[in-house]
């Protein structure tokens, strides 16, 4: 078995390693920001076709690097207190998975030439920092253990994902796609912090200084609830932004988020992972729904 009930063999080791349960961080800024280009009279489907699966594969080809350079770094011992691994169970080595990344980054590269050629050198700075923030997250530099990586998160599945889909679109950046990437960000940026609470321990004994090691549980905990507080502080602003009063849809998720905040302050270790999961589902369904409010 490969773990999470993916059963055996290649194409189950490949899935292990994508990482499939975190998609949704890929793929919900890029929804938003297609339902702010259909808001402004922009879309463009088969724009939106290509930015959807240059992002899910630039995530996928982070997630292969990802697995790869933590392994060959020790980070994934058999303490590892999350999922399991695709080169930490023996079932890649870290050098397939390289490959894997290359395959995977090359596959976004084409869909980034098709945005390009629609949109403009933008798309390609967007790609191209997309690629090295994934490779160097935990390869080369590594800024991902000395604390650097809410903010990539922030900006790149945040910010970059939103505007950048908008972009291609439009041809502009509205103060509408900002304000409706600022929750996006949050979410996913919580994701990462979620991990990174769960990993602490460990993180700190082999000398991965991670935000949440910095700051301490009690503080990774507070971060946690800033970042989602935030999330939810934006839409009266977007409500302001677009004259409707649609774009409050999410707050029906403040339930569940309130819940989490709850969780992630009596959680450790292992109890930590159905909340991650939770918490990706959280920002799909904060997305959703807004996709929903722009388009009423």
């Given at each position: 078995?490969?773990?999470?009930?993916?059963?055996?063999?290649?194409?189950?080791?490949?899935?292990?390693?994508?990482?499939?349960?975190?998609?949704?961080?890929?793929?919900?800024?890029?929804?938003?920001?297609?339902?702010?280009?259909?808001?402004?009279?922009?879309?463009?489907?088969?724009?939106?076709?290509?930015?959807?699966?240059?992002?899910?594969?630039?995530?996928?080809?982070?997630?292969?690097?990802?697995?790869?350079?933590?392994?060959?770094?020790?980070?994934?011992?058999?303490?590892?207190?999350?999922?399991?691994r695709a080169a930490q169970l023996g079932l890649l080595s870290p050098r397939t998975l390289k490959r894997g990344t290359a395959a995977?980054?090359?596959?976004?590269?084409?869909?980034?030439?098709?945005?390009?050629?629609?949109?403009?050198?933008?798309?390609?700075?967007?790609?191209?920092?997309?690629?090295?923030?994934?490779?160097?997250?935990?390869?080369?530099?590594?800024?991902?253990?000395?604390?650097?990586?809410?903010?990539?998160?922030?900006?790149?599945?945040?910010?970059?994902?939103?505007?950048?889909?908008?972009?291609?679109?439009?041809?502009?950046?509205?103060?509408?796609?900002?304000?409706?990437?600022?929750?996006?960000?949050?979410?996913?940026?919580?994701?990462?912090?979620?991990?990174?609470?769960?990993?602490?321990?460990?993180?700190?004994?082999?000398?991965?200084?991670?935000?949440?090691?910095?700051?301490?549980?009690?503080?990774?905990?507070?971060?946690?609830?800033?970042?989602?507080?935030?999330?939810?502080?934006?839409?009266?602003?977007?409500?302001?932004?677009?004259?409707?009063?649609?774009?409050?849809?999410?707050?029906?998720?403040?339930?569940?988020?309130?819940?989490?905040?709850?969780?992630?302050?009596?959680?450790?270790?292992?109890?930590?992972?159905?909340?991650?999961?939770?918490?990706?589902?959280?920002?799909?369904?904060?997305?959703?729904?807004?996709?929903?409010?722009?388009?009423?």
């Amino acid at each position: 078995m490969t773990g999470a009930g993916l059963g055996s063999g290649p194409v189950a080791a490949w899935r292990l390693a994508a990482r499939l349960r975190t998609l949704p961080l890929a793929a919900a800024p890029v929804l938003v920001g297609a339902a702010c280009a259909w808001r402004d009279e922009a879309f463009a489907a088969g724009l939106t076709a290509a930015a959807l699966c240059g992002a899910l594969l630039l995530q996928i080809g982070a997630n292969f690097a990802n697995d790869a350079f933590d392994h060959e770094r020790g980070s994934d011992g058999p303490e590892r207190l999350g999922p399991a691994r695709a080169a930490q169970l023996g079932l890649l080595s870290p050098r397939t998975l390289k490959r894997g990344t290359a395959a995977a980054f090359a596959g976004a590269s084409l869909a980034g030439l098709y945005l390009t050629a629609a949109a403009g050198w933008p798309v390609a700075v967007i790609g191209a920092l997309g690629m090295i923030a994934a490779v160097t997250y935990v390869g080369p530099g590594a800024y991902g253990y000395r604390g650097g990586g809410e903010l990539a998160v922030f900006v790149l599945f945040g910010f970059a994902a939103v505007a950048g889909t908008y972009w291609v679109q439009a041809r502009a950046v509205s103060w509408v796609a900002l304000a409706a990437a600022w929750p996006l960000a949050c979410l996913a940026s919580a994701v990462l912090v979620v991990n990174n609470v769960r990993d602490l321990e460990a993180d700190l004994r082999s000398g991965k200084r991670t935000l949440a090691v910095r700051l301490g549980p009690g503080g990774a905990r507070t971060e946690y609830a800033a970042f989602v507080a935030a999330a939810y502080l934006a839409l009266p602003i977007l409500a302001l932004q677009t004259g409707s009063a649609w774009v409050l849809l999410p707050l029906w998720t403040m339930p569940e988020a309130m819940a989490l905040v709850a969780r992630v302050r009596g959680s450790v270790g292992a109890s930590l992972n159905p909340i991650l999961v939770r918490t990706v589902r959280l920002e799909l369904g904060f997305a959703l729904s807004l996709c929903v409010g722009l388009l009423a």
